[in-house]
């Protein structure tokens, strides 16, 4: 999967194009991806890809640090130039990983405590969607304040206009909330979005007119962005399942987002954006019909403190779950 790339061939106009404004890091990611021409890694010349794009190669070393601390990329240095390996795509389709043994063992599980497994509803999600999800949840107490203004304008979904003078943002969390709009921009997520550098910065934005940017920014986003980093812990024979339409026994319908098969044992996770105490009482019962100790049913919400059990249920926020998960799939191992 190595790749050499010369200096004539580091960058294409498409790509050029996308740079036009502010150079932004999630701009930045998509020129990487351009550059690799739809491989996951290879190697880059830093040096001759800051000459051919115009820029500094301190901005290029910067633009790599944002994307490298947000487990965007991962980098490592070769004598032919920098090896860049992208991480926004998750690796469950790889072949070797999926074991159709742990997708009916999901199946089996289910009907052996009574509940009937329905549709998956797993939709395939395109590469910006899946950049801005792993973005979004690897910096988001940065882009917090920003992404509440942009989710409450799903209902009439006006423009709006978000002074980063206002919230007293540094130049670098400035850079990634910037980052973070033009990914939904690009994405198709907003129907327009701008940024003005004076007399005040401020990004002016609307949200797209579309089913699929409501369910993204509603919460679509943490179930993509908890499925890639529970991909990324995961080894060996496994299998997940997504979305999954179940009935409880009681014929109560329900759905589980995110469902793991490995090693014989069966790990459940929920992602919740706000108020997840109110969804507690629920999936402690579901824990309880499915027979999973607190180490396999988890609970993924921004809003939780740390990383604590509660009914059951261990509950995770953004900078704790892949730990967490980490350790019980090491224990089960």
């Known amino acids: 999967m190595e790749a050499m790339y010369s200096r004539d061939n580091f960058i294409s106009t498409s790509a050029l194009k996308k740079l036009d404004g502010d150079f932004a890091a999630l701009?930045?990611?998509f020129v990487l991806r351009e550059i690799l021409g739809g491989k996951s890694e290879g190697v880059i010349d830093l040096k001759a890809l800051s000459s051919s794009l115009r820029v500094t190669l301190a901005k290029i070393y910067e633009?790599?640090?944002i994307l490298e601390d947000s487990f965007v990329i991962s980098t490592?240095?070769?004598?032919?130039?920098r090896h860049i390996k992208l991480l926004t795509v998750p690796a469950a389709q790889e072949a070797g990983h999926v074991s159709q043994e742990c997708s009916d063992f999901i199946t089996d599980y289910l009907r052996r405590h009574g509940v009937i497994p329905g549709k998956s509803q797993n939709e395939q999600e395109s590469p910006a969607a899946v950049s801005t999800a792993l973005f979004m949840g690897n910096n988001f107490q940065t882009i917090k304040a920003f992404y509440s203004a942009v989710k409450s304008t799903l209902n009439d979904r006006r423009e709006f206009t978000y002074s980063l003078n206002?919230?007293?943002?540094?130049?670098?969390?400035?850079?990634?909330?910037?980052s973070f709009?033009?990914?939904?921009?690009n994405a198709g997520f907003l129907s327009s979005c701008s940024y003005k550098k004076s007399p005040q910065?401020?990004?002016?934005?609307?949200?797209?007119?579309?089913?699929?940017?409501?369910?993204?920014?509603?919460?679509?986003?943490?179930?993509?962005?908890?499925?890639?980093?529970?991909?990324?812990?995961?080894?060996?024979?496994?299998?997940?399942?997504?979305n999954l339409n179940v009935m409880l026994p009681g014929g109560e319908n329900s759905e589980?987002?995110?469902?793991?098969?490995?090693?014989?044992?069966?790990?459940?996770?929920?992602?919740?954006?706000?108020?997840?105490?109110?969804?507690?009482?629920?999936?402690?019962?579901?824990?309880?019909i499915l027979e999973l100790p607190p180490s396999?049913?988890?609970?993924?919400?921004?809003?939780?403190?740390?990383?604590?059990?509660?009914?059951?249920?261990?509950?995770?926020?953004?900078?704790?779950?892949?730990?967490?998960?980490?350790?019980?799939?090491?224990?089960c191992t």
């Open 63 to 65: 633009l790599t640090g």
């Open 166 to 178: 206002d919230n007293d943002t540094s130049s670098a969390g400035a850079a990634r909330i910037t």
């Open 76 to 81: 490592r240095a070769e004598k032919d130039g």
């Open 296 to 331: 396999r049913a988890f609970l993924v919400s921004p809003d939780v403190p740390s990383a604590e059990i509660q009914q059951g249920i261990t509950c995770c926020n953004l900078e704790t779950f892949p730990a967490a998960l980490s350790e019980s799939l090491m224990a």
């Open 256 to 288: 589980f987002d995110l469902l793991i098969c490995r090693d014989g044992n069966l790990f459940w996770v929920e992602s919740k954006t706000a108020r997840y105490s109110a969804y507690l009482p629920k999936y402690s019962r579901i824990a309880q």
């Open 181 to 185: 709009a033009n990914g939904l921009k």
């Open 27 to 29: 701009g930045f990611l």
């Open 201 to 242: 910065r401020t990004i002016t934005a609307q949200v797209a007119n579309t089913s699929e940017a409501h369910r993204f920014i509603s919460g679509t986003w943490l179930e993509t962005w908890t499925y890639c980093r529970a991909v990324q812990a995961l080894t060996g024979g496994y299998a997940c399942v997504r």
